[in-house]
């Protein structure tokens, strides 16, 4: 059964850090896409970063850049969001996807047919 799993969000200070897991079950994560969004309650869903299966090129949306990394270790089937310098306005449920297309190289969320269940982050003093 393919599943994902998101963990390491939690309450950070403005300037902070915090590093995401995407633990994939049920397939290799090797060759395949996945991608970060986030969504606040109310508000659009919007695509943070992602991973393409097909050379592991990655992505990020302007925000992201120069503050977010995604990684992937194949060993552990985990895909990484490390962010820093952390803004109130990255307050937000992170979520990871996937299209399960092998060799890929889709990020839009429109193409994702697999999502975890979120992990929240609080960005606050």
Known sequence: QVQLVESGGGLVQPG????????????????????WFRQVP??????????????????YTEFAKDRFTISKDNEKNIVYLQMNSLKPEDT????????LI????????????????????????
């Open 16 to 35: 902070g850090s915090l590093r995401l897991s995407c633990a994939a079950f049920g397939f290799a994560s090797d060759y395949v896409t996945i991608g």
């Open 42 to 59: 109310g508000k659009e869903r919007e695509g943070v970063s992602c991973i393409k299966g097909r050379n592991g090129d990655t992505l």
């Open 92 to 99: 937000a449920i992170y979520y990871c996807a996937t299209d």
């Open 102 to 125: 092998q060799y890929g190289s889709r990020c839009s969320e429109y193409n994702m047919d697999y999502w975890g269940k979120g992990t929240l982050v609080t960005v606050s003093s």
